[in-house]
């Protein structure tokens, strides 16, 4: 049996009151499975995903709706030592991540 969590949608409703994230370049720290990127992913310009264990990873990659596949990135990797020389992003999340 699978749990739903916040079937309300009051994470997406937040996080569009505290950040714009249309046509945005986001990268989401601490990405997990994916349960929150595909709220906002849609949104989005695009999406850098990242995430530093490996099971996690794997399950955001195999489940990740196909119509958000051109815009998600996945990138296995921590906060501490970013994988990105130069890259810029508009907006950085942290869920759960800290």
């Given at each position: 049996?699978?749990?739903?969590?916040?079937p309300e949608g009051n994470?997406?409703?937040?996080l569009r009151q505290m950040v714009e994230i249309s046509g945005r370049r986001v990268l989401?720290?601490?990405?997990?499975?994916?349960?929150?990127t595909w709220k906002y992913a849609?949104?989005?310009r695009e999406v850098v995903a990242l995430e530093l264990e490996r099971d996690?990873?794997?399950i955001?990659?195999?489940?990740c709706p196909v119509a958000l596949r051109r815009q998600v990135v996945f990138i296995r990797g921590d906060s501490i030592h970013l994988p990105f020389r130069g890259?810029?992003?508009d907006v950085a999340l942290l869920s759960w991540s800290l």
């Open positions: 049996m699978t749990i739903q969590r916040d994470e997406l409703k937040q989401e720290i601490g990405s997990g499975d994916g349960r929150l849609g949104l989005a996690d990873l794997l955001a990659r195999v489940e890259a810029a992003f």
